[in-house]
């Protein structure tokens, strides 16, 4: 009976054991475009869909964040 309890006990510690975990990749993207401002806008791409966006502050703009693979 007392096996049979801890292995019930150990049941959820081996399920969540076996969750694989995923590397993340950080990056950051600086860059200049003239001197424009706000409202004007920069677009990251991935393919044809938007990804990210950044509103310039005197022509400067700034991606940050991770990705779950290095490109």
């Known amino acids: ?3 049979y309890l801890l292995g019930l006990l150990l049941v959820p510690g081996l399920a969540l054991a076996q969750t694989q ?3 993340t990749y950080p990056y950051l993207i600086k ?3 003239g ?3 706000a409202p004007a806008k920069v677009y ?3 393919g044809l869909q938007p990804t990210d966006s950044a ?3 005197q022509g400067q703009f700034e991606f940050k964040g991770t990705t779950p693979f290095p490109q």
């Open 1 to 3: 009976m007392n096996n």
């Open 21 to 23: 975990t995923t590397a």
């Open 31 to 33: 860059g200049k475009i």
């Open 35 to 37: 001197k424009l401002n």
């Open 44 to 46: 990251l791409m991935t």
């Open 55 to 57: 509103t310039l502050r």
